[in-house]
């Protein structure tokens, strides 16, 4: 059974650094596009970050760029989103996502960025 659970969520002040990170059951996440995305109340889902199966193709949202990293742990079968130099627009419910089942998503992780 394809799971999916992020945790590393919280509250940080602006500037501030997390690290989320996605642990997957049931498949190995390096056999499939790995992707993370990002809402907030009112709004859609939006992409944040993209990682092929290689590892050797990483992209980005704009927004995003040059703060966030995306790392996959082949071993521990876990992807990690480092996120750094937070800001109050990063707020919202983070998700990882596999496209070994494109309809499934997890509980996602809650990031508040406040002062």
């Known amino acids: 059974q394809v799971q999916l659970v992020e945790s590393g969520g919280g509250l940080v002040q602006p500037g501030g650094s997390l690290t989320l990170s996605c642990a997957a059951h049931?498949?190995?996440?390096?056999?499939?596009?790995l992707t993370w995305h990002r809402q907030t109340p009112g709004k859609a889902r939006e992409f944040v970050a993209f990682?092929?199966?290689?590892?050797?193709?990483?992209r980005y949202a704009d927004s995003v760029e040059g703060r966030f990293t995306l790392f996959r742990d082949n071993v521990e079968n876990i992807s990690y989103l480092q996120m750094t130099d937070l800001k109050p627009e990063d707020t919202g419910i983070y998700y990882c996502?596999?496209?070994?089942?494109?309809?499934?998503w997890g509980q996602g992780t809650q990031v508040t960025v406040s002062s």
């Open positions: 996502h596999s496209d070994v089942d494109p309809d499934y």
């Open positions: 990682m092929n199966t290689g590892r050797s193709n990483r």
């Open positions: 049931g498949f190995r996440l390096r056999d499939y596009i």
